[in-house]
């Protein structure tokens, strides 16, 4: 379960289990080779850093979801909104002490008002970072292999 804040509010999210995983990757597909750059820089920056890299310093690297968000939105509806609600549906925020789901996936509706398009890119990007990490790992491993870098 990964913490991480967006807007000033706290989520976590839950790991999506396996075959929600797989039809993940298959609606990223077109999209991955966007986001290999990306990865790679969000590696460049933890390494640098010493330490994981927490939804705060993702607002600080928005820059680098611009990719993201240009392929959700060059996405089929179907795609884009299989994505996003995949990834909302692990999400829950925390209210007081209490931890509230976010998403209904029966309306597919977002159940606080003030998470918007942006927020919701940001959610999703982290939640894609955390359920799909061995997968991208593992294609930046390749890809690091084939340009040469370690």
């Given at each position: 379960m990964?913490e991480?804040?967006?807007?000033?509010q706290?989520?976590?999210?839950a790991?999506?289990?396996?075959m929600?995983?797989?039809?993940?990757?298959?609606?990223?597909?077109?999209?991955?080779?966007?986001?290999?750059p990306?990865?790679?820089?969000?590696?460049?920056?933890?390494?640098?850093?010493?330490?994981?890299l927490?939804?705060?310093?993702?607002?600080?690297l928005?820059g680098?979801?611009?990719?993201?968000?240009?392929?959700?939105?060059?996405?089929?509806?179907?795609h884009?909104?299989y994505?996003?609600?995949?990834?909302?549906?692990?999400?829950?925020?925390q209210?007081?002490?209490?931890?509230?789901t976010?998403?209904?996936?029966?309306?597919?509706?977002?159940?606080?008002?003030?998470?918007?398009?942006?927020?919701?890119?940001?959610?999703?990007f982290?939640?894609?970072?955390?359920?799909?990490?061995?997968?991208?790992?593992?294609?930046?491993?390749?890809?690091?292999?084939?340009?040469?870098?370690?």
């Amino acid at each position: 379960m990964a913490e991480f804040s967006v807007n000033g509010q706290s989520y976590r999210s839950a790991k999506i289990d396996a075959m929600r995983q797989f039809h993940l990757s298959r609606k990223l597909a077109p999209i991955i080779p966007t986001l290999i750059p990306v990865f790679l820089q969000l590696a460049e920056t933890t390494k640098a850093s010493g330490k994981p890299l927490s939804g705060d310093d993702m607002s600080s690297l928005s820059g680098l979801l611009e990719p993201f968000a240009e392929g959700i939105a060059s996405m089929s509806d179907e795609h884009a909104e299989y994505i996003l609600g995949t990834c909302m549906s692990v999400v829950q925020r925390q209210q007081g002490t209490a931890w509230m789901t976010v998403w209904n996936g029966g309306q597919k509706v977002c159940m606080f008002d003030d998470i918007d398009a942006g927020a919701m890119i940001q959610i999703g990007f982290q939640v894609i970072r955390e359920s799909l990490g061995p997968f991208i790992s593992g294609l930046l491993s390749t890809s690091m292999l084939q340009t040469g870098q370690r």
